[in-house]
T-cell receptor
């Protein structure tokens, strides 16, 4: 089944403790992206990647890092999480070769709470 | 810059009634427009999208939307609501730049009353 898999689904952590949220897709998509969802704000892009070793900042990149060493994986790293990073996070992927905006496939989300 | 406004954070309808969720956009380039649905504890699922061509777009689960350039609108409709339609709905517009990102509205939660 074609899908984007995020882990973990739920995570509670303490301020300053480094964490990684994993994202993997099995569709050979070039494009991958991370969004955060906050009430009343919709979804905002954190980082995106056009292909392996090509990443760039989105609208709200502060406090986050990403890497794209393999085409299928796009982990989101919080080096020193803070309470304002408490949010619902989504990974998405898309097949650029079929044209931009062909259609994103979203993961099921990771609900992160930083205390 | 591109932006999306969804009127009404909550919309409540009776089962069988018309569903109308409003979306207005701002775009400096010809837009691609999308509606996504999010069921509780799930990711976003594409309902429908407008890229080019026919301005009335049909999607899954009986939903459709009409692109009206003169009104900069892309409202989502369904003739008859089902209980299973209760979810949060997001309108999105293409960024029009090399990031290929989608710019989302703040969402509308649809409640369906029995």
């Amino acid at each position: 089944e074609a899908q984007v898999t995020q882990n973990p689904r739920y995570l509670i952590t303490v301020t300053g403790k480094k964490l990684t949220v994993t994202c993997s897709q099995n569709m050979n998509h070039e494009y991958m992206s991370w969004y955060r969802q906050d009430p009343g704000l919709g979804l905002r892009q954190i980082y995106y990647s056009m292909n392996v070793e090509v990443t760039d900042k989105g609208d709200v990149p502060e406090g986050y890092k990403v890497s794209r060493k393999e085409k299928r994986n796009f982990p989101l790293i919080l080096e020193s999480p803070s309470p304002n990073q408490t949010s619902l996070y989504f990974c998405a992927s898309s097949l650029l070769s079929r044209g931009p905006y062909y259609g994103y496939t979203f993961g099921s989300g990771t609900r992160l709470t930083v205390v | 810059a591109q932006s999306v406004t969804q009127l009404g954070s909550h919309v409540s309808v009776s089962e069988g009634a018309l569903v109308l969720l409003r979306c207005n956009y701002s775009s400096s380039v010809p837009p691609y427009l999308f509606w996504y649905v999010q069921y509780p504890n799930q990711g976003l699922q594409l309902l429908l999208k407008y890229t080019t061509g026919a301005t009335l777009v049909k999607g899954i689960n009986g939903f459709e939307a009409e692109f009206k350039k003169s009104e900069t609108s892309f409202h989502l409709t369904k003739p008859s609501a089902h209980m299973s339609d209760a979810a949060e709905y997001f309108c999105a517009v293409s960024s029009g730049d090399s990031s290929y990102k989608l710019i989302f509205g703040s969402g509308t939660r649809l409640l369906v009353r029995p």
